[in-house]
Structures are given as C-alpha cells and as structure tokens.
C-alpha cells in the first residue's frame, strides 16, 4: 500500500490487503482484512461491503497501514483489535491472557449442566476471566470465584468482570493457594497443555505473542493436571465435580489421574464440535 495520489477505496483497499497478509502466511487473509478495515472505518462487515466505492483518506489510510504491520508479522488479530467472542459475549484481550477459544465453550456448557442453584464455584488460572465471567451469567445465583497467578491477567479479568456486569471474586496466586480451607461445588480449569517441547513448533501468532506460562505444561503438558487432581479433593465439597479442559489425546491420561487418587466418581470426557475430546472431569466421592 502506497502513498499514491491514485484513490483506494475500500475494495482496492480490501485486494491489496489480503493478497499482502496472504503472502506473509495468515490464514484467513480475505476475512482479517475486513475486520482490519471495519476497525479503522468504524463500520461493520454489511456497511463495508455497501460502500465498497468509497475512498479512504489518508489518515485512514495511514491508520490501516499501522495495524497492517502488526498482523503481518503474525501478532494475533485479537491483539490488534482488543477484543475475542465467546459464548456470545465480547471479552478484552491483551497480551497478558490466552485468547479464548471456542473449543472452551465446552468446559463452560459441561459446568452448567452440572451446576445446582446457589453453586460455589472456582475457575483455576482464569485468564481473560472467559470462563468464570460466562458462568457467572448463566448462573446469577452462584459465588464464583477465580484464582490468577498473574497480576496483569487479573486486571483483564476483572475489567471483563466489569463490562458484563457480574460479580466474581478474584485472588491473585498459584492453583488453590489463594483459597486455604475453602471448598466449592464445582472446580473448573483450563491449565497450560502445551508440552514444552512443543512450544517452538506452534503458530507464530501462539509462539511469539501469547503468554508462554499459559501454554508451558511441562514435559508432557500434564503437570498442572497431576497437581490440581492430587490437591482438589481438599477443596471440593462431598459430590462436588473437578473439570479440566484438555488437548488432543490427553484425556485418557487425565482420566487416569483421577483413577489414581481413588478419591472419585463419575469419570467422564465431552467432544468438542470437532469431535476431539476437550473436557475430562470427575466427581469427589
């Protein structure tokens, strides 16, 4: 894109940008440029296409250009923009927490099947607050609550917390430390999977920009699964329910780790949209 006199309007514009971030190697070039585009313009998706004759002004153009470069050197489009979807909701995001994705949605809608009226509840590493901020919507009767070992998450959490108007009570530190002697109805985390080992070989966008504690599982990406199932018996309540996001072909493991501990029941997995199994869970005896 040039400082040309010649006039780019919103489709030349549109042309030019995908077949650039195409060759810098994005995915869904056509698709990301268009939300580049309506973030500068301050429009939607319809108005873009309705006025795709449109010339863009140089300041618009000098606007476009900035985030152009950041997505073509693989920095994340929700970074770029501020903001991810999920369950229905709009979240911040910042370089401080994951992403949400949509494959997590199944953790939340696994929760809320097993969640009673007036349920305490605890979301582990909470990140963006996705989880804990959907359940506390679905669910305005529970006590929710949400541990993050780091400060920066946190305060994205508790913004998120804000914006949807739900109360959750946020602690910052590590797995159950924040909460001694506590114990809940329902337990839910989205731990680090990733084996390090791994790390160098995901997308740029994951390697290069998303925090890498949120990713590190260890050796075998099982370590926070080994240390949350050992220890959450002490902090669920009698028939209250563990349950964990998990990557590709880790829930049999995670499985047997609740099989180990001979502390409980009802061992179950739920498949994703795509049929991989996402969540593994169990109940204390």
Not at 37 to 46: A, K, P, Q, T, Y
Not at 73 to 85: A, C, D
Not at 166 to 177: H, N
Request: glycine share 10%; charged share 25%; hydrophobic share 40%.
């Amino acid at each position: 894109m040039t400082k040309q006199t010649e006039s780019w309007t919103i489709l030349k514009v549109l042309t030019w940008t995908k077949e650039y971030l195409g060759q810098k190697g994005v995915e869904n070039a056509r698709l990301e440029s268009e939300w580049l585009l309506c973030e500068v313009l301050g429009l939607d998706r319809v108005k873009l296409y309705v006025n795709f004759d449109k010339p863009l002004s140089a300041a618009e153009l000098a606007d476009l250009r900035g985030l152009v470069v950041r997505r073509a050197r693989r920095e994340p489009l929700q970074y770029i923009l501020g903001t991810q979807e999920f369950m229905g909701l709009e979240f911040a995001v910042s370089p401080a927490v994951l992403i949400p994705r949509h494959d997590t949605e199944v953790l939340v809608v696994e929760t809320l099947k097993r969640a009673a009226s007036g349920s305490r509840i605890l979301d582990i590493g909470v990140g963006s607050g996705c989880v804990a901020v959907a359940l506390a919507k679905q669910l305005p009767d529970a006590e929710v609550s949400g541990g993050e070992e780091s400060a920066e998450a946190l305060a994205v959490a508790e913004r998120n917390a804000t914006r949807h108007g739900v109360v959750i009570r946020f602690k910052q530190g590590s797995l159950f430390a924040p909460f001694p002697g506590e114990r809940f109805d329902l337990i839910v985390s989205n731990p680090p999977y990733i084996p390090t080992a791994e790390l160098d070989g995901l997308q740029p966008e994951v390697r290069d920009f998303e925090p890498r504690k949120a990713l590190d599982g260890g050796a075998d990406g099982l370590d926070f699964y080994r240390h949350i199932i050992s220890a959450a018996s002490d902090h669920l309540s009698s028939g209250g329910w563990l349950l964990f996001e998990v990557g590709i072909g880790q829930a049999e493991q995670v499985l047997g780790f609740f099989a180990e501990t001979g502390k409980y029941t009802g061992l179950f997995t739920a498949k994703d949209p795509a049929g991989i199994e996402r969540v593994a869970g169990g109940r204390s005896l």
